[in-house]
Structure formats: structure tokens, C-alpha cells
């Protein structure tokens, strides 16, 4: 079965200064994964997203993600956090591949501070 | 990207009614849609995968009697509550796609249900 850990339930940051946040997957086979993001009232938006390409995958919004196996982490960094960064962010398993069923890990709220 | 729609945003209810749940394609052919279910500061969870024209597959636990689901066009699929209780109460969230699994799901706003 797939799943995937958000280490951190909360992440806060100053403005200006990198954003790490971290996931670890579980997945018996060659899994896709993705970051989404969520603001008060939108809807999920897809930040990025690995399926067996590049390892280190960039997204909108100055967001990238590294795929490590040997780790079998996801995490999610930008270089420097911006306010508008401040919501919810889910790392995202897919269940058989593709954007099939969606398996999502408990979210990390990231606060950034001025 | 692609736009997808819920109404309504926010529903209160008594215990007992029945409460519908509209999620709209706004501009592309949804084959597939799927319907989430998200406690408070808690991740989302499946609730159901609806095909257009064919009947909903539930995932383990969830009630096909109580969270009926119907996905009769290509752009609108609906998920109604049936006697709903207070622990009914939570954000519902459907997602479209288009096509093969290969295409992106796209996310609606979501549907904040209370249950009085």
C-alpha cells in the first residue's frame, strides 16, 4: 500500500528566508508523487509533480521537490519564502501511478513572518 | 489551469435533511471526478470515484446509501448527504479530470457542511 508521512504538522518561517518542508512516501512500486498547495477558500492547487523523470522537479512559484529513493523522501524547498507562501501543503502519492487515486499525507501549515 | 466549481461554498442543515452538493467542469469534459472528504486540520480522504454514466466506486468504510453520488454529464457530478447527522459535518471537496490517468486532477474550492 501507498502512503506518505509529513514530518512536520507546522512551519515557520521569516520572509525572505528558505522553506523546507519534508515527506517521506511508502510505495511498493515506482510511485508518482506531488505537492499541493491549499489558501482559504481555493481549491487545491498542483505545485509539482515527479513521475519517474528528473529527480529534482521544479514547480510553479519558485517551489522544487528532489526525489530520493534511497531515502524515500519528497521534501519540498524554496529558496526564499514570500508571504503569499503562507497555507496548507500536502505531499501527494498516487495509489497506482498517474494522477489515479490520491492518497494525501496530513498537510503542513507553513506560517511566514515579516 | 483547468476550473472546477462546488456549490454550494458553505451549507447548514438540520439533523435529519438531506443536503446536495453540485461540483461543476467549467470548461472541460470531466470523465472521472472524485469526491473527498477533509476534517478539520486533518489531510483529505477519498470518499468515492464517480465515471461518467456509471455507477460510483466507493472506498472501504464509506456509506453508498448515506453519500449518494451522481455523475450524469461530463461536467457535473453531485453528492448528496442523506440524513445527515451532526457527525456528517466537515469540508467536502471534489476533483475532475479529464481523460486517462495521466491527466491532471483538478480541485474545487470545496463545500463547508454543518450539521445542527
Known amino acids: 500500500a501507498q502512503s506518505v508521512t509529513q514530518l512536520d504538522s507546522h512551519v515557520s518561517v521569516s520572509e525572505g528566508t528558505p522553506v523546507l518542508l519534508r515527506c517521506n512516501y511508502s510505495?511498493?512500486?515506482?510511485?508518482?508523487l506531488f505537492w499541493y498547495v491549499q489558501h482559504p477558500n481555493k481549491g487545491l492547487q498542483l505545485l509539482l509533480k515527479?513521475?519517474?523523470?528528473?529527480?529534482l522537479v521544479k514547480g510553479i512559484n519558485g517551489f522544487e521537490a528532489e526525489f530520493k529513493k534511497s531515502e524515500t523522501s519528497f521534501h519540498l524547498t524554496k529558496p526564499s519564502a514570500h508571504m503569499s507562501d503562507a497555507a496548507e501543503y500536502f505531499c501527494?502519492?498516487?495509489?497506482?501511478?498517474?494522477?489515479?487515486?490520491?492518497?494525501f499525507g496530513a498537510g503542513t501549515r507553513l506560517a511566514v513572518h515579516p | 489551469g483547468a476550473v472546477v466549481s462546488q456549490h454550494p461554498s458553505r451549507v447548514i442543515c438540520k439533523s435529519g435533511t438531506s443536503v446536495k452538493i453540485e461540483c461543476r467542469s467549467l470548461?472541460?469534459?470531466?470523465?472521472?471526478m472524485f469526491w473527498y472528504r477533509q476534517f478539520p486540520k486533518k489531510s483529505l480522504m477519498l470518499m468515492a470515484t464517480?465515471?461518467?454514466?456509471?455507477?460510483?466506486?466507493?472506498e472501504q468504510g464509506v456509506e453508498k446509501d448515506k453519500f449518494l453520488i451522481n455523475h450524469a454529464s461530463l461536467t457535473l457530478s453531485t453528492l448528496t448527504v442523506t440524513s445527515a447527522h451532526p457527525e456528517d459535518s466537515s469540508f467536502y471537496i471534489c476533483?475532475?479530470?479529464?481523460?486517462?490517468?495521466?491527466?491532471?486532477?483538478?480541485f474545487g474550492p470545496g463545500t463547508r457542511l454543518t450539521v445542527l
Open positions: 476533483s475532475a479530470r479529464a481523460g486517462t490517468i495521466n491527466n491532471e486532477q483538478f
Open positions: 464517480s465515471n461518467e454514466g456509471s455507477k460510483a466506486t466507493y
Open positions: 510505495s511498493s512500486y515506482s510511485p508518482s
Open positions: 501527494v502519492v498516487s495509489s497506482s501511478g498517474g494522477y489515479n487515486k490520491l492518497i
Open positions: 515527479y513521475t519517474s523523470a528528473a529527480t
Open positions: 470548461d472541460f469534459q470531466a470523465t472521472t
